[in-house]
T-cell receptor, first 112, second 112 residues
Framework: DGGITQSPKYLFRKEGQNVTLSCEQNLNHDAMYWYRQDPGQGLRLIYYSQIVNDFQKGDIAEGYSVSREKKESFPLTVTSAQKNPTAFYLCASNRGVRTEAFFGQGTRLTVV | DQQVKQNSPSLSVQEGRISILNCDYT??????FLWYKKYPAEGPTFLIS?????DKNEDGRFTVFLNKSAKHLSLHIVPSQPGDSAVYFC???????????FGTGTRLKVLA
């Protein structure tokens, strides 16, 4: 079954620690994305990648880092520099421009 | 600056009636629009899309209308069903870009 897998579903971390969220897709999509959802703010783009070994900052990239070493994988690291890391994080992928994006089930990150 | 706006945070509709969800945008470079449905703690699910060369697209109970001069699109659900109760997001992308900009969402409640 093709799809996007995000793990873990729930993640708790202490303030000041870096944490990496996993995103894997087996849809053979070239493009992958990371979004953040906060209450009342919709989905905001953190980073996106159009192709392996290339990625661009989205609208709220500060405090985050990504890598795209394999087509199937696009992990997101939430660093200690991110001021308000507690949020729901969504990974997505699509074939390219003007095509629908498919989303994973999300990771709820809570920093205490 | 919110480029994609969903001004109604919530909407209640009786089962069997029509649900109309609205979305406005400000960027005249947007040429591809999508609607997503989202349940709590899950990733959004793609519903329907429309290109700027069209003014209407239908898929079963879902129809999207695009009014380019008014920079407005709407999603019609007919007939509405209790299972349609969810948060609906509209999204837009500009020609040749990979970035999808999402609205803040409208929570639809279909009353049985």
């Amino acid at each position: 079954d093709g799809g996007i897998t995000q793990s873990p579903k729930y993640l708790f971390r202490k303030e000041g620690q870096n944490v990496t969220l996993s995103c894997e897709q087996n849809l053979n999509h070239d493009a992958m994305y990371w979004y953040r959802q906060d209450p009342g703010q919709g989905l905001r783009l953190i980073y996106y990648s159009q192709i392996v070994n290339d990625f661009q900052k989205g609208d709220i990239a500060e405090g985050y880092s990504v890598s795209r070493e394999k087509k199937e994988s696009f992990p997101l690291t939430v660093t200690s520099a991110q001021k308000n890391p507690t949020a729901f994080y969504l990974c997505a992928s699509n074939r390219g421009v003007r095509t629908e994006a498919f989303f994973g089930q999300g990771t709820r990150l809570t920093v205490v | 600056d919110q480029q994609v706006k969903q001004n109604s945070p919530s909407l209640s509709v009786q089962e069997g009636r029509i649900s109309i969800l609205n979305c406005d945008y400000t960027n005249s470079m947007f040429d591809y629009f999508l609607w997503y449905k989202k349940y709590p703690a899950e990733g959004p699910t793609f519903l329907i899309s429309i290109s700027s060369i069209k003014d209407k697209n239908e898929d079963g109970r879902f129809t999207v209308f695009l009014n380019k001069s008014a920079k407005h699109l709407s999603l019609h659900i007919v007939p509405s069903q209790p299972g349609d109760s969810a948060v609906y997001f509209c999204a837009a992308s500009a020609r040749g870009t990979y970035k999808y900009i999402f609205g803040t969402g409208t929570r639809l409640k279909v009353l049985a």
